[in-house]
């Protein structure tokens, strides 16, 4: 490449500093292409440093002392600018824009290399550029859901319409750059193909629409974990594609199913239960009616001895003797006025037990209630959170806590309910016929 392919030196100072850095190599003694080489590389690296520079005051700018400035403020509306990453689309927008001044220049040596640059650059603009419009739109999404008149309206959806507008003009214009021609004429192109288009490439459009709704409500993402029962899945998300998401169940078995059945269809999503920290616990015992009764005295002295109950019952005896003193209850009969029972306290017992437990987490809802009693007696349902979310965790902290309450249960004189096994129908039959071989043994010998 000879001297004279070189744009006019004079016309710009980016490109006198160009032609002074190739005059500085030349010196050195590299000549015509090798020169060009060196000139654009040695100003690729000095402009990389400079970006840099940039880069860290700008950071430094928004997230300090703008960011600092934004704090003291008593407006929400700027904490939402931070909270939608307005300032990080900003950043990169400003650097963006200072590229488009140097990069074109660093390679004037090379005509061809520096068009395709200018192209990339005014994509790189776009996307950018999109990013700041799509920070500003979630932004007076969340300032319209502050405001009362807002409350009980869609703004999601009103985004969404939005956003799906602005994805196709940022596609239109990129297709308008990377061809050269105008977007209009683009525009009356594709309407006349739209029928074509549309019916070839109809799962992919739906692929495409249903990937901007998920990202947009950010309704899944890589490495939620997911349950759809209706196509067997139950496990993590490996990867979202335009056309299908890609699940890894627990079994370690793959599942593919399209991404627009996450927009028709329903799923459970655990990513809450995992960012909330807890997981649920929801099981229930089943007592047997029979055995719950009233507690004697002697019964609730002995229940004094657990450590959990003491201060329970202290505090519940005073306020039943209380009660029906000032109520001036016939004790004689059990029924009558307020007494304690075997399965209430038990119910105690476990609420105590559980709020004792490190494993179970304070800050999430911790309940021990009654369900309706059925035909497999009274259940008593467990409602809690662990402290985690891991499966292994979780199932270890559940049998650790049910162990506990399986053996401690018989200290209340309750029984746990249970359908007869073979062994007990055989032990009855058994202990029947002995009792009519003895009566048929008395029979004989009376006569």
């Known amino acids: 490449m000879e001297k004279s392919n070189i744009i006019n030196i004079s016309e710009t100072t980016t490109s006198s500093i160009y032609q002074w850095a190739f005059n500085l190599v030349e010196a050195v003694g590299f000549q015509d292409r090798s020169a060009h080489i060196f000139t654009s590389a040695g100003l690729l690296i000095s402009a990389f440093i400079l970006l840099l520079i940039i880069h860290y005051i700008i950071q430094f700018f928004f997230n300090s002392i703008l960011t600092g400035l934004i704090n003291k403020t008593k407006t929400n509306w700027d904490n939402y600018l931070l909270k939608n990453r307005v300032q990080v689309h900003l950043s990169r927008f400003i650097l963006i824009v200072i590229s488009q001044q140097f990069f074109p220049y660093i390679f004037v040596g090379f005509p061809s290399f520096t068009s395709i640059l200018v192209k990339l650059l005014s994509v790189l603009m776009i996307f950018v550029t999109y990013g700041v419009i799509n920070g500003l739109l979630k932004t007076g999404r969340d300032i319209l859901r502050s405001s009362k008149a807002f409350v009980e309206k869609p703004v999601d959806s009103y985004l969404q319409v939005l956003q799906i507008f602005l994805i196709f003009v940022v596609g239109t214009l990129i297709v308008s750059v990377l061809t050269g021609s105008s977007p209009w004429s683009f525009l009356v192109s594709l309407g006349a193909a739209s029928a074509i288009l549309m019916l070839v490439f109809k799962d992919t459009i739906l692929g495409f629409v249903a990937s901007i709704q998920v990202s947009a409500n950010d309704s899944v993402r890589v490495g939620d974990w997911i349950e759809m029962p209706k196509y067997g899945v139950d496990g993590d998300i490996l990867q979202i594609n335009l056309n299908n998401v890609r699940v890894q169940n627990w079994d370690k078995t793959i599942v593919t199913i399209p991404t627009c059945t996450l927009l028709s269809d329903s799923f459970k999503n655990y990513r809450g239960m995992q960012e909330t920290g807890g997981r649920r616990i929801k099981r229930s015992i089943h007592i047997k009616i029979s055995s719950i009764r009233y507690l004697q005295k002697e019964e609730i002295e002995e229940l004094k001895k657990i450590a959990l109950l003491a201060p329970y019952i202290a505090q519940r005896e005073k306020e039943i003797a209380e009660y029906n003193k000032n109520n001036h209850v016939d004790q004689n009969i059990l029924v009558n006025g307020r007494r304690m029972t075997n399965i209430g306290l038990f119910r105690i017992y476990i609420k105590t037990y559980a709020q004792n437990n490190p494993d179970i987490h304070k800050g ?84």
Not at 384 to 392: L, R
Not at 426 to 431: G, K, V
């Open 364 to 447: 999430l809802t911790l309940m021990v209630r009654q369900l309706a009693p059925n035909e497999h007696g009274l259940p008593l349902e467990l409602y809690m959170f662990t402290n985690g979310t891991q499966w292994a965790f979780f199932e270890d902290t559940m049998s650790d806590i049910f162990d506990h309450l399986f053996a401690a249960i018989k200290y209340f004189n309750l029984e746990v309910f249970e359908l007869p096994a073979s062994d007990d129908l055989r032990q009855l039959l058994n202990e029947k016929s002995l009792v009519i071989n003895s009566s048929c043994l008395f029979s004989n010998e009376a006569n």
